[in-house]
């Protein structure tokens, strides 16, 4: 007579199957984005100053008239609009997910978030304050902020508390959950096949050099035109990108990487906001990076896969 076995706990099951997935998660290039901590009072003055006019020179724009919280962080225009309707030079990247970017901007020369908050303010393009010291002299003036910085820092109304406090709100801005994000954890139902067929695909070609981690971009410098030059005349487009900063002749085209996470809400593409269309986003890249060829089943593939990377937007920010 043969030993009968006990069957296997639930809990065990489970166990198992977790693990699993932990270790098939762990072996692949893009990873869930984690939910970032930051403090809820200092966020909550960053927010309202986010929204507020009078963080720019003339009271006609604030950040969020650029990066609209309903439009996954961005205004789709090619180039956005500042004080005094100056044209910006480049496309504005979405404001979503931005606390995961390893450097801030196209070209990288903002390397935090508070940096980029002090550089946006006082920037002619954009917010055309004159200085931090006028910036804090008038947000000093607002009773409600008065208030705001005195219990949420020691020292009160600061340029560096300012920079902060809307760092702060930035780091609650990234959006967590996403389709791919549950498919990575081990819910093999949460996307298509035809989506993983297009992760497959991303991967085969390449994509993946450049697009991963929790971003899947925004960690690294890559020049435009690897493999296949670009005709930048015809571009229409003088940008040397990232030579303006460091004046290295390596440097020249050379831009940060974009974040894909929302990629297919947040056209139009590239630093000069030149084209319009996620399929000839895609096609181009793959043929000025990669070199390659992609068949028209392969770019549906792969922006079915893209469309599985957006996470849930804060409640109340929903288009």
């Keep these: 007579m043969g030993i ?88 504005t990247p979405t404001i979503y997910n931005a606390a995961l970017n390893l450097f801030q901007l196209w070209d990288g020369r903002e390397r935090n978030l508070e940096s980029r908050v002090k550089s946006a303010v006082i920037s002619p393009a954009l917010m055309g304050m004159e ?38 709100y930035q780091q609650s801005l990234v959006l967590v959950n996403s389709p791919f994000d549950q498919y990575l954890r081990g819910n093999e139902n949460a996307i298509s096949d035809l989506a993983k067929q297009g992760y497959q695909l991303f991967k085969d070609h390449g994509c993946i050099s450049c ?9 690294l410098f890559q020049k435009m035109g690897v493999l296949e030059k670009i005709d930048w005349k015809k571009w229409n487009d003088n940008d040397l990108g990232r030579h303006h900063i460091t004046g290295k002749e390596w440097d020249k085209h050379v831009f940060k990487v974009p974040s894909l996470r929302l990629a297919v809400k947040t056209a139009p593409y590239f630093h000069n906001g030149s084209v319009d269309s996620l399929d000839v986003a895609i096609y181009r890249m793959i043929n000025y990076q990669l070199g390659r060829e992609v068949l028209e089943e392969d770019k549906n593939a792969i922006i079915a896969f893209l469309e599985t990377l957006p996470g849930e937007l804060p409640q109340g920010d929903e288009q």
């Design 4 to 91: 009968m076995m006990p069957p296997a706990n639930s809990w065990l099951v489970g166990l198992l199957s977790l693990l699993l997935g932990a270790t098939v998660m762990a072996q692949e290039p893009i990873k869930p984005i984690p939910i970032i901590a930051f403090d809820k009072d200092k966020a909550y003055l960053g927010e309202q100053l986010f929204s507020d006019v009078r963080l720019s020179k003339d009271d006609s724009i604030s950040c969020a008239s650029c990066h609209k919280l309903d439009q996954y962080g961005v205004d789709n225009e090619s180039q956005s609009v500042g004080v005094n309707g100056t044209k910006t030079k480049r496309n």
């Design 131 to 168: 200085s931090w010291d006028k910036t804090v002299a008038k947000l000093s003036a607002i009773e409600a902020y008065q208030t705001g910085f005195s219990n949420a820092y020691s020292d009160g109304i600061t340029a560096e508390n300012v920079q902060h406090a809307m760092a702060e």
């Design 211 to 219: 697009h991963q981690g929790a971003n899947v971009g925004g960690n």
